[in-house]
């Protein structure tokens, strides 16, 4: 009677250190979840102004980009403005010298016929009369008759070669005028556009630059909010690890299974980030399947995290016991709570493209003491 009273007397005394240590330690988890929420929070917030961030950077990137487009579209019609311009100016020249030639032979033509006109009017050509009476023969007379006819000839072409050349110098004149016109326009014209442009081009670098500076100063705070993220997971999932699947729970067979029938996209250890083109250790795997597509539970497990997790995006993490963890990023939703007992093949999640992504996948993860493996190694 004695010894069984001992007994239960040794019993009610584990069960109360039990529910005392039991206590404590959810009380403790508690606080430190509702820690990691309040991070959680943060790091949604951070997160959603760095994507609003993104997307003005990007609308702000496809204007300067249409900028850039015309400014060089431009810089290539100032190239050809500029031959046209030296063809030109040097059409110019030719213009310049040709209206030169035109009024020398202008001065000359006009010279002569001056001296033309004076000996007209000075009476130095004979009357027909005198000259009839003054010739030996009438032979010598026609003769210079006929002398006189060329003379009367050469005089009216030597007016009408100087009334063509003074019209051809007032047509190259109006030719020139009219070339230092379009000269002047075209000059004016490639001076505006090449201010126009240029402002643009600062503004819109401006604002591609102060957005690339608020974007850097987010992803800075979020990596910081990462980091704490990451030490309260690494501590609940210590604290989490030594009380999951005692003696009484079912332990996780150790043998996972693909958590989605997608396409091996990417493969566990060193790469070249899709986004960043830096080489750089891939912790898991990457299986692409379409958008939406239901995700399983790898091996039966307690969920021990639920929510945003950085660059992973919406993450499923589940306990499975003997220091087995197994990690679902990308989600477009989790469906599977924390603290729920999950069976191998459940549904845990969906396919999605949450957090780093450049499209939809599902990065599945298998960490032993908290290390990533290869889940190749695991997977059946």
Known sequence: ??????????????????????????????????????????????????????????????????????????????????????????????????????????????????????????????????????????????DILYYQKLLVAQDKNLLEKLSTQSKEIGHYKDRLAEEKIRIANIVNSIEKQKVQIAKEHASQSGLVQKLRTERASYESAERQIERESQQLISEINRLVGKGSFDSSSVPGSGAFSFPVHGRLTSPFGLRRHPIFKVVSFHSGVDLAAPYGTAIMASDTGRVIFNGWYGGYGKVIIVDHGMNYSTLYAHLSRATASKGKTIIKGETVGYEGQTGYSTGPHLHFEVRKSGRPQNPLNYLR
């Open 1 to 142: 009677m004695t010894r069984k009273i001992f007994f239960i007397s040794v019993l009610i005394l584990i069960v109360l250190i039990n529910s005392s240590f039991l206590e404590a330690f959810s009380s403790f988890n508690r606080a430190k979840s509702r820690t990691l929420k309040e991070i959680e929070q943060k790091s949604e917030i951070l997160r959603r102004k760095i994507e609003e961030t993104k997307e003005k950077e990007k609308i702000a990137t496809g204007k300067l980009l249409v900028i850039q487009k015309k400014l060089y579209k431009t810089q290539e019609q100032l190239r050809k403005n500029k031959n046209e311009l030296f063809s030109t100016q040097n059409s110019l020249q030719l213009t310049e010298e040709k209206l030169t030639e035109l009024k020398n032979d202008y001065s000359a033509l006009r010279a002569d016929a001056e001296n033309r006109i004076k000996q007209i009017y000075q009476g130095q050509r004979l009357k027909m009369l005198e000259v009839l009476l003054k010739t030996p023969s009438l032979t010598d007379f026609l």
